[in-house]
């Protein structure tokens, strides 16, 4: 079964800083390109970062680049947000995904539960 | 960054009764490998996203038939056949064409 758990979410002040952590397992995690997507209380979807299977490429939100950084662990099945400068407008729901696109045909996407990250 | 807007924003429906839901994007989402990456996930309320719909018509597995996507460069469609009690929550579309990935707002369906 595949399964995508968020952790290290918490309160902070403006300014601080915060990791998230995503531990997968059920599938092989080094086969996939991985993201990161918030939802601010209330709020829709948005897309914030994605890494590549072996973590060599990263692409960011403008609202977040300079501010974050996606990484990888594929050999302890992890995906990582790390989170500096924090603003009250990143306050939200961060969830980790993968296969979003939906790139190749029959391979379905998976979200986590999702980690809260407080900021004030 | 690519808009998407989605209608209605909000949708009172009636059990068994079909309903529809438009999104629409700023830019063609006809990506240079001929691929329309343009997605549709609902989230259930207190839930994280599912995808239901990936490149305009497919569905994901273990999603009903009543559920299909439909439409080509800018405009698409999501129709429900006959909507259930577990269909409420809201419908976003997504593409994933353009760098950044973009969501639409969101449509609220609910039952009247």
């Known amino acids: 079964e595949v399964q995508l758990v968020e952790s290290g979410g918490g309160s902070v002040q403006p300014g601080g800083s915060l990791r998230l952590s995503c531990a997968a397992s059920?599938?092989?995690?080094?086969?996939?390109?991985m993201h990161w997507v918030r939802q601010a209380p209330g709020k829709g979807l948005v897309w914030v970062s994605r890494?590549?299977?072996?973590?060599?490429?990263?692409y960011y939100a403008d609202s977040v680049k300079g501010r974050f950084t996606i990484s990888r662990d594929n050999a302890k099945n992890t995906l990582y947000l790390q989170m500096n400068s924090l603003r009250a407008e990143d306050t939200a729901m961060y969830y980790c995904?993968?296969?979003?696109?939906?790139?190749?045909?029959?391979?379905?996407?998976?979200w986590g539960q999702g980690a809260l990250v407080t900021v004030s | 960054d690519v808009v998407m807007t989605q209608s209605p924003l909000s949708l009172p429906v009636t059990l068994g009764q079909p309903a529809s839901i438009s999104c629409r994007s700023s830019?063609?989402?006809?990506?240079?490998?001929?691929?329309?990456?343009l997605n549709w996930f609902l989230q259930r309320p207190g839930q994280s996203p599912r995808r239901l719909i990936y490149k305009v018509s497919n569905r994901d597995s273990g999603v009903p038939d009543r559920f299909s996507g439909s439409g080509s460069v800018t405009d698409f469609t999501l129709k429900i056949s006959r909507v259930e009690a577990e269909d409420v929550g809201v419908y976003y579309c997504m593409q994933g064409t353009h760098w950044p990935f973009t969501f639409g707002p969101g449509t609220k369906v609910d039952v009247k």
């Open positions: 995904a993968r296969s979003i696109r939906g790139v190749q045909n029959g391979v379905k996407s998976y």
């Open positions: 890494i590549i299977s072996d973590g060599s490429v990263t």
């Open positions: 059920g599938f092989t995690f080094s086969n996939y390109w």
């Open positions: 830019q063609s989402l006809v990506y240079s490998d001929g691929n329309t990456y």
